[in-house]
Nanobody
Framework: QVQLVESGGGLVQAGGSLRLSCAASGRIIYNMAWFRQAPGKQRESCAAISWSGGNTYYADSVKGRFTISRDNAKNTVYLQMNSLKPEDTAVYYC??????????????????WGQGTQVTVSS
């Protein structure tokens, strides 16, 4: 069984920064991703990273502001969020797969999910 535990969410003013962490345990984790869901909206992918870290994906809405990275020795993935905007307000979820394969960005492609962490950006 895989457990994903997110941390690092909170309240920040527009233009500020936050760093989210997602620690995995239970099995080897391959591709990992961050998704977010704002009230009344569908869950959307923000960023994804391959097992080696050599392949990454960013949604257009966060490109240039967010950076995804990972530390395989710690089985942890990070999301550095800079220049935050009120529209970034959402619950952020990390997701993972335990099978090796191409990097994918659909929510249905990920088998394991964290409980979510709230990010609120005030204007």
């Amino acid at each position: 069984q895989v457990q994903l535990v997110e941390s690092g969410g909170g309240l920040v003013q527009a233009g500020g920064s936050l760093r989210l962490s997602c620690a995995a345990s239970g099995r080897i984790i391959y591709n990992m991703a961050w998704f977010r869901q704002a009230p009344g909206k569908q869950r959307e992918s923000c960023a994804a990273i391959s097992w080696s870290g050599g392949n990454t994906y960013y949604a257009d809405s966060v490109k240039g502001r967010f950076t995804i990275s990972r530390d395989n020795a710690k089985n942890t993935v990070y999301l550095q969020m800079n220049s935050l905007k009120p529209e970034d307000t959402a619950v952020y979820y990390c997701a993972a797969v335990t099978t090796l394969g191409p990097l994918r960005i659909g929510a249905h492609d990920y088998h394991y999910w964290g409980q979510g962490t709230q990010v609120t950006v005030s204007s």
